[in-house]
């Protein structure tokens, strides 16, 4: 039997991967090339379009537990996102283009895998099929989804800007992680004094946005991880100063003090060409960003390679659909992965599709549905976009607040965090 995968992000590649590596054949429909959406740039898989990053890499921490337990599942993503790795102090980031390349590669040239390139309007009636569209999903194909679920849920993401590295002003920047964290010039510092900082902000909020089809443009509903940084500017004068652009652990060697706000920069490429505005996702007009961005002192002749966007993303009602295998509740041979689930990030978006492809290729061979225990990071992941009980369900990323209490009660955070870490990968 051939299992049907639609989709070739992060959940759609990871699912095709774990069932052909176990020998059954699969189909990976894919729109792109012949049909994009505004966010996508390349004709490559898993590409990844709002940042470089795969947040943090230390297993104590819910971002690292994750990608650790996905390492022992033998991820495809983790093996592609190691091999494309670049400096980013306590991260994991990647190079982009190589990252989607190598997955791409791999895919493309298994046996066990074919790639049609073709847009799905409908549901499949046949088959056992996984359901990996991504947050983007085609209008035809969300609208079917709806009309078989009894509804489904929108929000708006924003992706931030690129720059060229030659273009960044040194004399009013340097390079450090915060507290001296990584190799030293993992990030590219802006900073700003109080003057400077003041006028960027008063410019920022009332910059003209680019209009947005069927919401409110003033205040689109959008997901708090990735919260344009306009939106965030307009909730006070210092929200995004103890935010995106917090100055803590960080002192100028040009003034020897901290300074009063600072933008990160962050390698987006592993040769450091260009770099991206770390937490400036944004829907300004294309030459709004050049201007307001520009008042940063070290970006006043930055070249932007790419703009900030902003785009739709679609999720189900997935406690009300899916059970913790990520199977639909009534129709055991239908799967849904990644961001459509309710899963917020990359690797979760990968994990869900690791548990979607090894339990498609359970259904087909009859073994039981893998269910992880909800002390590790995935299972509580997936119990959380299946937990019945969630009345407003909204997207969720790995954190350790999703985590069964322990046996013990430890107050220190970083010995807490370790524990959960012991505890998981205990399991594996």
């Known amino acids: 039997m051939t299992i049907r995968v639609i989709g070739a992000g992060l959940a759609g590649c990871e699912a095709a991967w774990q069932i052909a590596k176990r020998g059954l054949d699969v189909t990976l429909v894919e729109m792109k090339p012949k049909k994009k959406t505004p966010a996508h740039h390349t004709d490559t898989f898993a590409e990844l379009v709002c940042s470089n990053s795969l947040k943090a890499a230390r297993v104590n921490s819910a971002a690292g537990l994750l990608k650790e337990e996905m390492r022992r599942m033998d991820s495809l993503l983790m093996m592609c996102a190691d091999e494309c790795r670049v400096a980013a102090g306590g991260a994991l980031a990647v190079d982009r283009k190589l990252f989607s390349d190598s997955v791409t590669e791999i895919i493309k040239n298994h046996p066990h895998i074919t790639v049609v390139s073709e847009e799905i309007e409908k549901l499949p009636e046949d088959g056992i099929n996984i359901i990996a569209t991504g947050p983007l999903t085609s209008d035809s194909l969300a609208q079917d989804i709806k009309k078989r679920f009894g509804g489904g849920l929108s929000f708006f993401d924003a992706a931030a800007p ?149 785009h739709r993303n679609t999720f189900i009602n997935s406690p009300k659909i899916l059970n913790a295998g990520f199977a639909v509740r009534n129709d055991p041979d239908m799967f849904f992965a990644g961001q459509i689930t309710g899963v917020e990030g990359y690797m979760e978006s990968g994990a869900s599709g690791l548990l979607a492809g090894i339990n498609a290729y359970n259904r087909v061979v009859g073994n039981d549905m893998l269910i992880l225990p909800d002390y590790t990071m995935t299972g509580a992941l997936a119990k959380y976009i299946s937990d019945e009980t969630v009345k407003d369900f909204q997207p969720m990323g790995a954190n350790i607040g999703i985590l069964p209490p322990l046996d013990i009660n430890i107050r220190d955070k970083q010995l807490k965090a370790q524990a959960h870490a012991d505890r998981a990968l205990g399991f594996f």
């Open 162 to 310: 690129i720059v060229m590295a030659e273009s960044i002003d040194m004399d009013n920047a340097f390079f450090a992680s915060r507290y001296g964290k990584g190799d030293g010039d993992d990030y590219i510092n802006c900073p700003m004094n109080k003057e400077e900082y003041e006028l960027f902000h008063s410019e920022l909020v009332n910059a003209e946005r680019t209009p947005l089809h069927g919401v409110d443009v003033q205040n689109p509903k959008v997901y708090e991880g990735c919260m344009p940084i306009e939106v965030m500017a307009q909730r006070g004068a210092d929200t995004i100063r103890f935010g995106p652009m917090k100055p803590v652990g960080l002192t100028d060697p040009k003034t020897g003090k901290r300074p009063w706000a600072v933008l990160q920069l962050r390698k987006e490429n592993s040769d450091g060409t260009m770099y991206n505005l770390v937490g400036f996702q944004t829907n300004l007009k294309f030459g709004e960003q050049k201007r307001v961005f520009g008042l940063i002192p070290a970006l006043r002749k930055a070249e932007f390679v790419r703009y900030g966007v902003m």
